[in-house]
Structure formats: structure tokens, C-alpha cells
């Protein structure tokens, strides 16, 4: 996999790309990351990517013509499965997107900053429109490190243990089941006797209740979803 972030701040993601298990990855040659400093597709002067608002009001908008640029190269190197947008007014990003991008080749991300990109950006180039929550980041970069570490994770090759994906939180609709290492008695506290048993079908019995029972009691929205 192929993943092209264009930002005005690069500086900011390439030492988490640096670092973390996409380093791993990159090592591997299963995924690659590529920053984009937007400025260097500016044809303005002192490197311009951003305008006033059309009809005024506070912050800048980013110009349309150094994303169409920077897009339009990328599109002319190779196919792209999305272009995706980081950007609070998008559809809540989930454990269901990252799977589903995670089988794509190639991926384009665009960082927003300030007010957000001319409108003309999101009709003509953006395939889909990503936020990670609802609260306001000062741009979309965080949210590009988040869809990346997530979706590349899930490449096989990537994680040592292979099946450990499979078993994380929200894979199956439901919240992952508690987890102990040693020592067997920890100032009192012990390890579930099941874990120790030896009995590999009631631990994963076990297992399923536990992750039954924090996803009811902590996330009831997702419980709900699992009844129907
Ligand atoms: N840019 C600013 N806030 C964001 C958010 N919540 N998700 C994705 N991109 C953003």
C-alpha cells in the first residue's frame, strides 16, 4: 500500500511515520508513506496556499489551484482507490473504514487547515470526506496519522502476531476482553484462575463473556447494534 498525505505542516508527520509501527511496515516494504508540502505546488508568492473568505468573515480558506496541482500529479503517477479528506464535518471514522480502506492500494489524504479548502476542492477531487471525532483539531493532520497507523496495522505482514488484529476492539462489534501477563499474584490481585487452566475452549469462552459484558456495560450504544 501507497499512502500520499499533502499538508502545509510536513514537518509534523514525517518523525511519527519515523517511529511508530508504519516505520515497521515501510522496513517491511508492505506500506509507504509520502508527505506532500503543499507549498512546494504554489505558483503564489512566499509560497501562498490560503486566501480570504469569499463574502468575508474570520480565517483563511485554502486555494483550490496548489491542491489541483499536487493531486493531478499524483493521479497522473498511479490509480488512486480514495481521496480522502480529514476534516471535522465528515463521517466518523471506524474500525468498518479502516478494514475496507486497508484492501485499497493507493490512498490520497489531505490535511485541512484553517477555515478549510475551497468547496470546489471537496466537489471535483475528494472521494470521501473522514472525521475522527467530534471536536476541532487546527488541521487535519493528526487525523491522517490516525487513518494511517490504523489501516496499515491491518495489513498482513505488518503486526508480528498475525491474528492479533482480528482480535482487537471493535473487530467483531465488540469491546476486547480483559488481559493479564505475570506475575500470577500481583500485590494480592490475582489472574483470573480460567486463564490458568490450561482449557483453551472455556478460556475462550471466557473470553467472549468478558468482552459481552464491558461492551454492554461501557459502550451500550455498540451492544445494542450486537442484539439486532
Ligand atoms: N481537522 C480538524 N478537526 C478534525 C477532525 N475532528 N477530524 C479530522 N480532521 C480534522
Known amino acids: 500500500m501507497r499512502i500520499d498525505i499533502i499538508s502545509v505542516v510536513p514537518q509534523l508527520m514525517s518523525s511519527f511515520f519515523e517511529h511508530s509501527i508504519l516505520k515497521r511496515a515501510k522496513d517491511k516494504g508492505v506500506a509507504e508513506v509520502h508527505i506532500h508540502d503543499l507549498r512546494d505546488y504554489t505558483l503564489y508568492k512566499h509560497k501562498q496556499v490560503d486566501d480570504y473568505a469569499y463574502g468575508g468573515g474570520a480565517g ?16 497522473s503517477e498511479r490509480t488512486y482507490d480514495a481521496v480522502i479528506y480529514l476534516t471535522p464535518d465528515g463521517e466518523t471514522f471506524n474500525q468498518q473504514m479502516a478494514n475496507r480502506f486497508s484492501l485499497g492500494t493507493n490512498l490520497i489524504m489531505l490535511c485541512g487547515h484553517y477555515k478549510g479548502v475551497d468547496e470546489r476542492v471537496r466537489e471535483q477531487f475528494i472521494t470521501h470526506e473522514i472525521s475522527i471525532g467530534d471536536y476541532v483539531l487546527s488541521g487535519g493532520e493528526l487525523g491522517a496519522a490516525v487513518l494511517a497507523d490504523s489501516i496499515i496495522r491491518l495489513i498482513p505482514g505488518v503486526l508480528s502476531d498475525e491474528t492479533s488484529a482480528l482480535t482487537d476492539s471493535f473487530q467483531d462489534g465488540m469491546l476486547a476482553p480483559p488481559v493479564y501477563t505475570r506475575p500470577e499474584d500481583y500485590k494480592g490481585h490475582k489472574v483470573p484462575e480460567i486463564l490458568l487452566s490450561g482449557h483453551e475452549k472455556k478460556i475462550q469462552e471466557w473470553r467472549y463473556e468478558q468482552a459481552l459484558e464491558r461492551t454492554r456495560t461501557r459502550r451500550p450504544d455498540l451492544y445494542e447494534k450486537l442484539k439486532n
Open 60 to 75: 483563511m480558506v485554502m486555494m483550490a489551484e496548489p491542491i489541483d496541482r499536487c493531486i493531478s500529479q499524483l493521479k
